[in-house]
């Protein structure tokens, strides 16, 4: 197909000189009219003067003017002649050393991690065999005035280095498709100055000696499209197992994608999404040359692609690439790709091979329990930075996820796995964990737009809560109230220096933040951790140890860099003791969780994102960090329930588990830091728990009856506003509060929650109760039952005698505590049934007379029940002091009762032996038989276990039976 790009006639930008028919003379300008005669006289003597002043110095200066240019244009001419002479020729363009193969290591140097082949895959097609929609594409991105230069475009390079380093960029190269060839084909990828100008110098020459068609011919048979892929007819077979002129538009404008940076664009590497992203951009800019039209565009953007699979050798192959993306763009793809480099990298080869099992194993029970299909992991050294492991995804090969994808590498909403970066920012500003907030529904206004109401994952309310309690908790709302109070700016001032890079667009992030609202990747969110880790001082990540050049010549070596000092250490400590403090996040993730190292302190932290996107755990000790990701590359939601806590700690837990075997067991440095001498700043503001009566609303007495007796509790309760500016957190109270758009809502929240809570913003009484005097007490003596007597049957007599100067209002019968009868008038006497849940063995019956005032009295009378069982229970299987394999799960709990008509349902339970936190097994209902099992399902931790029954009979009553120990191994 004719190109038209070949039959337009382009003139030369020189071409004014020879058509000068709309030149125009400049007008001359008139002198300005000036009023005053002697204005102009000294007007006149002053340029006179200067003049000729100027024209003396300028006999003077333009000599040496014209010798420093000369010298100048010798010298510039001098030295592209001196840089010309060791030029190779156009013409052998295809002559290039033999390619060696590039070899990744572990850190050990033993394991090779995987060979990038240096043999070139290269098939010669002519210009006419490229279908017109790759020259097309190609032009679109890398040159669009190919046509019109000879070789290099001045504006290219003035535009790609002068203007994207006045922007705070990082200069290009504004590289002309004749200078890529010459790049890719003839010199090497370094970068300086003198080998840019060799580019400059061929790529001329080559335009000289050339026609633009043989230069595109020479473009499609030379350049790299990545691995051994060398002319786009390699490419086309490579990647998608077609020749070149069989390729779609979409495939053709994909393919063109990939010479601008080969390793980064790769179809089997990580940025598949980038790769995507600029072919549609390219698919966009042949639109707008005339090249297809915008239907054709559409449908190409649609269109599926399918890559050829490749099984190659490789392990770690995130990491791997990784290694070879960063080598690649430091060094150039040629150099990566054939240069014979040997790389010495800071992998733990049984380390990442643990990790990638371990993976393989949860994300099984993930798919199934929570429709998570995939998970990623990153491990590194807090001390050096290096990466220890990287598991990018579950399954590299695994296309249905999106598994070359590097998820460790792409950006994701963090959840609340960002909260200790802002809690840090906080500590910053002058908060402290005992700082306290509310931890209540507040209204967060928002203009234009819909209110902010943050909740808890619980959906629960806590109150007055510390700042340590909050974090450790991952409470939510006062995490968005410890964002707005420390500022957002500042908090992303943090995560700057902590080494993010997703967060630069300020304008997108609002109070969400905190909870996850701005994406992270994974290994930047491991590092910021590791900041933490090491006192608050940063290190990059690296995951080269040694590279050595193809010759043998050392390139680089890792030597520990001196850290960045981002925050105070005692910052720094802060948040280690509270994401440590098992204790403090008890309260909501159990004593028992997956955020713990059974021989070493750790510190912790999770985060899920609304709607279960994605979940994840960040944890660190000194020595090392690690963070795992677990969701869906396709960003499809999980189960309810998928937790960062449910899914991503039991991986983290285990990896964390291997990664520390050989490092020693270190303790976190405690933080030394002054508690601030404000109300809610340096604690919970100070109020008084005073006990009152009831019915007078005076201070109890020891007259008062108990019942009568309630605790209140007299104080200001106020939000953290009402004392803290937030501008000055350290400073004075603000004089007024109302000036804080918040305020209003904060105070609101907290005034619903006293009046719910009994809180009373007034001072306690000072009177006492009056009401209740020790003369007005009721007197009441048992007539029955005698003291201490031993009762054999059920049926028992109770009979009192009472009196009270005000009257009796009430008679109470009590058995152990528990409430039998009230009688209201006389006769007193009641006859009761002990029911077989009082088992044999001492009781107590209480008896309380009340008058109308509440003023009460009692009096007790003690008996030993000794009367034959009338349910004998006892266990078949397994006998007491039993060992129980995992293996013998599920396993079955039988017990044995000898009236099986009295029982209604029979519930068991086990505790951890020394513990009160029983756990239900299952049940037994409607009873017939008088030998009863239950399947205990599933093994608990390994450890030493109480069992046993409970019985409810068929009168309700509840009876415990015997409990047996037994040995999970």
């Not at 363009?93 to 290269?122: F, M, N």
């Not at 069989?246 to 940076?261: C, D, F, G, V, Y």
């Not at 990442?352 to 995939?374: H, M, R």
């Not at 063995?841 to 030993?864: C, M, S």
Request: aromatic letters at 10%; one cysteine or more; glycine letters at 6%.
């Amino acid at each position: 197909m004719p190109i038209p790009h070949l039959e337009k006639k382009v003139l030369s930008p020189q071409a004014w000189k020879t058509n000068r028919s709309d030149f125009r003379p400049r007008r001359k300008k008139k002198s300005p009219k000036n009023k005053k005669n002697f204005d102009i006289k000294r007007l006149k003597r002053k340029k006179s003067f200067k003049f000729k002043n100027l024209l003396k110095k300028s006999k003077k200066i333009i000599p040496g003017l014209i010798i420093c240019s000369l010298a100048g244009l010798i010298a510039l001419i001098g030295a592209l002649a001196w840089l010309a002479k060791d030029l190779p020729k156009p013409d052998k363009l295809i002559t290039r050393d033999v390619a060696q193969s590039t070899k990744i290591y572990d850190r050990s140097g033993e394991h090779l991690l995987y060979e990038i082949h240096g043999e070139e895959q290269r098939t010669i097609i002519r210009l006419e065999g490229v279908p017109a929609y790759v020259i097309q594409a190609t032009l679109a991105l890398e040159d669009q005035r190919f046509y019109e230069h000879k070789g290099f475009s001045l504006w290219g390079i003035f535009r790609g280095v002068v203007l994207q380093t006045l922007k705070g960029q990082r200069a290009q190269g504004g590289s002309t498709l004749t200078q890529q060839l010459v790049k890719n084909a003839i010199l090497t990828d370094e970068r300086s100055i003198t080998r840019k100008i060799k580019e400059l110098i061929l790529s001329y020459q080559i335009e000289k000696k050339y026609s633009k068609q043989e230069i595109l011919q020479m473009f499609f048979n030379e350049i790299p499209y990545g691995s051994t892929a060398y002319g786009i007819e390699a490419a086309a077979n490579y990647y998608l197992g077609k020749n070149a002129k069989n390729l779609t538009l979409a495939e053709a404008a994909l393919l063109a994608a990939l010479p601008q940076r080969p390793s980064y664009f790769s179809p089997n590497g990580s940025h598949v999404n980038e790769l995507f992203a600029r072919q549609q951009y390219a698919l966009s800019q042949m639109v707008k040359l005339g090249n297809i039209t915008a239907a054709e565009a559409e449908a190409a953007k649609n269109e599926e692609i399918k890559f050829k699979q490749k099984i190659e050798s490789v392990t770690a192959p995130h990491f791997v690439f990784y290694v070879k993306e960063l080598l690649s763009e430091k060094y150039g793809e040629k150099m990566v790709e054939q240069g014979g480099l040997k790389i010495i990298s800071t992998l733990d080869y049984d380390l990442q091979k643990k990790a990638e099992e371990i993976i393989a194993a949860q994300a099984k029970k993930n798919l199934e329990n929570y429709d998570a299909t995939n998970a990623a992991l990153v491990t590194i050294d807090v001390k050096t930075g290096q990466i220890l492991a990287m598991v990018g995804s579950k399954d590299f090969f695994n296309e249905e996820i999106d598994g070359q994808v590097n998820v460790a590498l792409s950006p994701r909403q963090p959840g609340s796995s960002f909260k200790p970066i802002v809690y840090t920012a906080a500590w910053q500003r002058g908060y402290v964990p005992e700082t306290v907030v509310y931890d209540l529904e507040t209204v967060f206004p928002v203009v234009n737009d819909n209110d902010y109401i943050p909740h808890n994952y619980d959906l629960k309310e806590r109150g007055p809560v510390s700042l340590r309690s909050a974090l450790a908790g991952s409470l939510n709302i006062p995490a968005v109230k410890m964002i707005y109070l420390t500022g957002i700016d500042n908090v992303l001032n943090l995560a700057d220096s902590l080494g993010y890079t997703t967060l630069k667009d300020r304008s997108r992030f609002g109070l969400s933040l905190v909870l996850g609202g701005g994406e992270v990747k994974l290994l930047e969110h491991v590092n910021a951790f590791a900041v933490l880790a090491r006192d608050g001082k940063f290190l990059p990540t690296t995951p080269l140890l040694k590279l050595e050049g193809g010759d043998g010549r050392l390139m680089e070596e890792f030597k520990e860099s001196r850290p960045a000092k981002v925050m105070e250490p005692n910052i720094a400590r802060i948040t280690d003791d509270v994401l440590s403090d098992n204790n403090a996040r008890a309260f909501i993730f159990g004593a028992n969780n997956y955020l713990t190292l059974p021989d070493r302190a750790v510190a912790a932290k999770t985060g899920t994102t609304n709607d279960y996107h994605d979940a994840w755990t960040i944890g660190f000790t000194p020595n090392v960090a690690t963070g795992v990701w677990v969701g869906n590359n396709n960003n499809d939601e999980m189960k309810r329930g998928a937790d960062g806590s449910v899914v991503a700690a039991p991986i983290w837990q285990q990896v964390m588990k291997e990664a520390t075997k050989n490092y020693p067991a270190e303790e976190f440095l405690k933080p030394s830091y002054n508690i601030p001498d404000k109300p809610m700043l340096g604690g919970e503001a100070s109020g008084l728990k005073v006990k009152i009566d009831k019915m007078s609303g005076l201070l109890a007495t020891e007259f008062t009856p108990l019942q009568l007796v309630e605790e209140k509790i007299f104080k200001q309760a106020h939000s953290l506003l009402y004392y803290v500016d937030k501008d000055d957190p350290l400073g004075a109270p603000p004089t007024n509060p109302d000036d804080d758009e918040y305020f209003k809502y904060w105070e609101e929240a907290v005034a619903k929650w006293a009046a719910k809570e009994g809180v009373i913003n007034q001072p306690p009484p000072t009177a006492e109760d009056n009401l209740h005097q020790p003369g007005d007490r009721p007197q009441v003596n048992f007539i029955s039952p005698e003291n201490n007597i031993t009762q054999t049957n059920e049926r028992i007599t109770l009979d009192v005698r009472a009196s009270a100067p005000r009257g009796v209002n009430k008679i109470e019968y009590y058995l152990d505590g528990q409430l039998l009868h009230s009688i209201f008038q006389e006769p007193y006497l009641f006859n009761y049934n002990l029911p077989y849940a009082y088992l044999n063995g001492p009781h107590q019956f209480t008896v309380k007379a009340y008058d109308d005032l509440g003023n009460v009295n009692e009096d007790l009378r003690n008996i030993n029940l000794d009367r034959q069982a009338y349910l004998n229970i006892g266990w078949l299987q397994p006998d007491t002091g039993a060992t129980i394999t995992a293996t013998d799960f599920p396993y079955n709990l039988i017990i044995h009762l000898d009236k099986a008509e009295l029982v209604k349902k029979i519930d068991f339970y086990f505790r951890l032996a020394g513990s009160n936190n029983s756990q239900w097994i299952g049940y037994v209902n409607d009873v017939f038989d008088n030998t009863n099992q239950v399947v205990w399902s599933s093994p608990p931790e390994p450890g030493t276990y109480k069992v046993y029954p409970i019985i409810t009979d068929a009168l309700n009553a509840v009876v415990t039976g015997p409990e047996i120990t037994v040995s999970i191994e």
